[in-house]
């Protein structure tokens, strides 16, 4: 089985490097991930003539490793198109992203957007995630399961096309966890967003600045402010007992069934007698 694998917080990230010791045992592997971190990219793709730089970071028994400067859904294309062609992976996995893309969030996620890209090209895709932000996180619960849970998604996996999963872990140890639970994808948003780049940010936050926002700040232009999308992230009313975010906060992983149709059948149907 060969298995395309990316994600969206950039090649040297543990999720990453996680995700390829969960799926050795699947196959052969080919990772081309973003050169850089590629957060909230959903299914953007990089286009307009701009070059993109790719590299072959390196080849193992069984893996194969490149890197592209360009979002997640480029990275699965160049895959597709460049590295595997006349060839074709037999699953494209997309993780594991350091922070929960349940809910609202996956319509965001460049983790997800990976994903569907997979879907595009009809190949069973999986987004897979991890329900904290430390680059420091403990993976091993999803190095356990995903396996398993890969493994019976495969064997029943949809014959419709589009569909994929979105598969997000809570951020606990394996012996915590208190199953896997199917579900939907939840309603939330977020409320105030964007606040002020700056010293009191940063130390409530314990975020240590990049060189590359240090010289972007350096390089202010007069009258201008900083801010950075840090806000809250709130639950909707309305919520069912099965919302993926819902039951990850309760300690399940969950397992959310995702399809590219997003045609609304019930207003579909309202139109037909109206228009």
Not at 18 to 29: C, K, N, P, Q, T
Not at 123 to 142: G, H, Q
Not at 189 to 213: C, I, K, M, Q, V
Request: charged share 20%.
């Amino acid at each position: 089985m060969r298995i395309l694998i990316t994600n969206d917080d950039g090649y040297t990230s543990k999720g990453l490097s996680s995700l390829v010791r969960a799926m050795r045992e699947f196959g052969d592997i080919t990772v081309v991930a973003p050169k850089s971190p590629q957060s909230g990219m959903s299914m953007a793709v990089t286009m307009g003539y701009r070059p993109m730089a790719a590299k072959h970071l390196k080849s193992l028994p069984g893996e194969d490793w490149w890197y592209l400067d360009g979002t997640p859904a480029s990275c699965v294309k160049f895959g597709l198109d460049n590295v595997l062609y006349p060839d074709r992976p037999d699953m494209v996995v997309s993780g594991v992203n350091h922070g929960s893309n349940a809910a609202t969030a996956a319509i965001y996620s460049g983790t997800v957007g990976a994903a569907s890209e997979g879907a595009v090209n009809g190949i069973p895709s999986f987004a897979v995630s991890l329900d904290s932000f430390d680059k420091d996180a403990d993976f091993s619960a999803v190095e356990s399961m995903l396996p398993g849970i890969i493994r019976r998604l495969m064997d029943n996996y949809p014959e419709r096309f589009g569909s994929f999963f979105n598969i997000n872990f809570p951020d606990l140890p394996e012996h915590e966890i208190k199953g896997i639970r199917p579900s939907r994808m939840g309603l939330a948003h977020w409320e105030r967003e964007y606040l002020p780049y700056g010293p009191e940010f940063l130390s409530s936050r314990r975020h240590e600045p990049t060189p590359a926002d240090i010289a972007y700040i350096e390089a202010a232009l007069p009258g201008e402010e900083f801010v950075v999308m840090a806000g809250d992230f709130v639950s909707n009313p309305g919520n069912g007992d099965d919302a993926d975010h819902l039951l990850n906060m309760a300690g399940y992983v969950t397992v959310t069934p995702h399809n590219l149709d997003n045609t609304d059948s019930a207003m579909l149907e309202r139109l037909c007698g109206i228009i």
